[in-house]
RNA sequence: GGCGGC
DNA sequence: GCCGCCAACATA
């Protein structure tokens, strides 16, 4: 296909059934739909294909360590420069270079997509990794760009009329946490929801009778879908066409060498806020469900948690990302009145053997809803159990006020947890309190979330929380997403959204304010156990 | 917290 | 009083 002097790309191009070289490339965007014909040196060959993967590994990496924006930004930066600059319209001074650079862009996805072919590993990680980049540099274009783009590509999607959009306006805002005012300016796309998948899983988007209502924000994920599609389905015809290849004993030791760089590949760390230090705990608060939240403020106060608090909190924690070692210097500061050894005799132990470091070595999973719900009731002294099946109705309300739950919502929390559809109840916690935390104080009521029956529809699927680290990933997911499409984050501001290293929370703030409040929660009459 | 060992 | 060992299970 692109060996050096080849008889073959020479009459292509002499045709002109090749793209043409001068002005080929009129966007940094690529869907790399024609292979590049031309001639080139197997040195530059394998150059190409390597730099490319250095910056297809810094992209996985970057976001796989969950940096925020800026630091995935800079390191981003950095490797771009690099290994493949890709200048911009706006520099017209260097139009020579534009051509130069997107050829070499352009080269080496086909060089890399050759040999990622191979295997269905190869290529579902080379597929991954593409539309990573790819959204990534459509993301940082300038609209104008975006636009020109989408036009060239004669992309297009079916546009919701007004009138449906009136329609559909509580829905589509509580999907989309925006005002029924903000909906009527926004377009929206209706497609397959097969089509957007991702913002599907990230419940950011209304969905209705097998088809998804996508805002003009949320253009990305179309694009990139049509994207994603064409690739897989290349990779899927060259894989097949490989093996007929394998005469051109020049290219495959090359090809199997650069395929070789992705064995530094999968690590399986499910944390998706990284690897959690001790000091960061206090900052991840705000996207901890009340059970979890009760336990670390009631642990902070007391500076101790009774057993089954420190195993449902504990696990809690691993889910999320912390290691053992952090663990151990977690719980050890948080026992301020125990010296280290004392610490190290009566808890260590079960800290190690809840990760799996000692005896039987099981690595347990945390405990799901049903679990808390149903089992270990809380007695006097203790701090864990659901808040919404174990606590006395005061101490619920106090919850709800702490967390400036108006009354509306209050009251029908409260309903739903007295007719023990707990679940339920702490799904529409998350929606309410996610919501303030992103900006929106209004137009989240009555027929938008809550339907009839009393069923509350989990921003656009009909899920509920089922398990206290989905309701943690789902908030802090949604919190980064959200923040790198550069939204501001809304009034309750001031906890510094996910970062490497969070800081840690300015103290007082989510601790239970108005005073008289805080004695609730210290009291033990927070477990009226209702059979 | 439970069980178990000295 | 010293110590070991156990439990759990969502999810895309
Ligand atoms: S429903 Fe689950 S997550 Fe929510 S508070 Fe109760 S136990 Fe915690």
Redo the contacts with the bound molecule.
Sequence with gaps: MFTQTNKKSRQNIAQGTSIALDNGYPTRLNFYKDPPLLEISIEEFEQYALDRMQVLTTLLTAQMRNLTPEQLDRTMNEAIKKYMPMSSNRAQEATQDHQYERRKDHISHFILRLAYSRSQELRSWFLRAECALFRYRFDREVSSEQIRFIVSQNLSWKKVSDDDKRRLASELSASSFKTTQKVQEETYFEVDFEKVTGLV?RRQVYLKGGKAYVPMADQVDLVLDEFKGRLANALEVTGRALPRMDEDDRLMPVLNNINKQYLGREFTT?AIAGEIQAQDVDSLKVHMPPCMEHLHNEMRREKHL???GR?QYGLFLK?IGLSLEQALIFWQMAFEKLTPDQFN?QYA??VR??YGM???R???????C??IIQ?NAPGPGDRHGCPFRHFSAPNQRAILAAHDVDDFDTEDIMSLAQGKHYQIACTRYYEVTRARMLGITDNLKGGSIHDGEGNVGMVASQ?SI??P??FF?QSFLLMKSRQSQGESVGPTDGQNGPSETPQPTIKGQYVYKKAGAGAQFSSNSNHDMEM
């Design positions: 899983g499910s009774k057993h089954w195993m889910g005799k132990y079960n053997h809840s000692e005896g039987k099981t690595d347990y999973t945390p405990y799901s049903r679990y089992n899920e089922e398990h680290n989905q990933e």
